[in-house]
């Protein structure tokens, strides 16, 4: 069974940058659309970027669009998420996981998650 595996997390100023990365850990994950999720406190969590495995379709919320890039290494199989011009609202605990259904939003469509790694904005 494939699990997937997140880190880079940490405590950065407003304004700085991290990577996350997600990678699978036992068999190769073949899914479809790799995405990133988030969840700060008492917030329910939410949908942050997405990428297809296929092609070079790549999306955004709005919240992150101009802000973060997400992209894949299809030879060491692993996904990035490089967050710049963080803001205090980013802070959030971040999740990656694999889908079978194109361009999805939606997490109920997502059958493999990480076990999340936290970011922390300072301002």
């Known amino acids: 069974q494939v699990q997937l595996v997140a880190s880079g997390g940490g405590l950065v100023q407003a304004g700085g940058s991290l990577r996350l990365s997600c990678a699978p850990s036992?068999?190769?994950?073949?899914?479809?659309?790799m995405g990133w999720f988030r969840q700060a406190p008492g917030k329910e969590r939410e949908f942050v970027a997405g990428?297809?495995?296929?092609?070079?379709?790549?999306y955004y919320a709005d919240s992150v669009k101009g802000r973060f890039t997400i992209s894949g290494d299809t030879a060491k199989n692993t996904m990035y998420l490089q967050m710049n011009s963080l803001k205090s609202e980013d802070t959030a605990v971040y999740y990656c996981?694999?889908?079978?259904?194109?361009?999805?939003?939606?997490?109920?469509?997502?059958?493999?998650w990480g076990q999340g790694t936290q970011v922390t904005v300072s301002s």
């Open positions: 990428i297809s495995r296929t092609d070079p379709k790549q």
């Open positions: 996981a694999a889908s079978d259904a194109y361009g999805s939003r939606w997490s109920s469509d997502f059958h493999t």
């Open positions: 036992g068999h190769t994950s073949s899914s479809h659309t």
